[in-house]
């Protein structure tokens, strides 16, 4: 799976595997549907001096515990065969679990082999039984193959193993009312886009702390992007008013200039001289100056007969 972020402060994705982590499901048969999911992609069992042994890789020290309770909690408290080791890589955050001489029944019952010791493929039904089932397994999918960001955008991903996997998976959501899509290019990787569908899915895991965060970020980038809007609106309206005020006042000036301020309707004379005086002011607010005061409506069709006089003097002209 592809590494994304770096080191420095916990991008989101760190967030939500860090709050999965800390749960451990309450049922054995949710605790191996969630360990399943996970042996599913990150496991795989090795010959290693004539003995077999199951090695669950992951990444991080956070996930590499919950991975060892979840093997504790379904081998017994007393299990020796369990042992944590710390891969010598660059990043040194890489962990490997080893499960020695794993019996037959613990790989059936994680779904890699079947009742005749045979590897196979795919979901296993007896794993999804029940809804409870279904989330963890979700969970343990989204620990080993997940990702999720909100930085540009929310987005959710499941990077699978294998394409039929991905339909697997895909239809295995579908039950649980997350409606995923498969990428064009990647058809291994299954995505969500929507907010809405993201939330959905952290409150099925069980990831609250999360859900709240993302609902916090979603409700302060609609009010932002509202405010924008208001912002954006309102510059505009006083764009366009700013702009006709000064188009009136040079029709005024060259009205006056060609043949008097004097020699103007008496009605069309007041409004001029405000509107020369007060270049700034809105319709209403020269309307607001006459004497006696008239409406925004009657200001606009004074100024109307102004331009259309400017113009006909400057055809003539």
Known sequence: M??????????????????????????SCCCWS???????????????RSERHLILRVKGATLARK??????ALLGQSSTAIRVEKLDDAS??????????????????????????????????????????????????????GWIGMERGYQLELELPTEKMAQEVQVLLARLGIRMRRHSQRPK????????????????????????????SRVFR??????????????????????????????????????GLENLPASLRQVAELR?????????ELGELVQPPISKSCVNHRLRRLAALAQELKKEG
């Open 2 to 27: 592809t590494f994304r972020g770096g080191w420095g402060a916990p991008s989101f994705e760190d967030k939500v595997k860090s709050e999965l982590a800390g749960l451990l499901p309450e049922r």
């Open 34 to 48: 969630e360990l399943a999911a996970w042996a599913r992609i990150a496991a795989q069992v090795v010959e290693e």
């Open 67 to 72: 991975a060892y309770r979840l093997f504790r």
């Open 92 to 145: 040194g955050r890489h962990y490997r679990i080893r499960v020695r001489s794993p019996e037959a029944g613990l790989l059936m019952r994680l779904g890699l082999y079947d009742r005749w010791g045979r590897p196979v493929d795919g979901i296993r039904k007896f794993l999804l039984r029940r809804e409870c089932c279904r989330r963890s397994y979700l969970r343990g999918l989204f620990l080993a193959a």
């Open 189 to 216: 990787v299954l995505y969500l886009r929507r907010a809405g569908a993201i939330a959905e899915c952290l409150r099925l895991m069980g990831a609250s702390g999360a859900l709240l965060e993302l609902e916090s």
């Open 222 to 259: 609609e009010v932002k992007g509202r405010v924008n809007r208001l912002v954006n609106c309102e510059t505009a309206n006083l764009t366009r008013t700013v702009e006709a005020a000064l188009s009136r006042r040079e029709e005024i000036e060259a009205l006056v200039g060609r043949i």
């Open 276 to 284: 020369l005086l007060h270049p700034e002011a809105t319709l209403r």
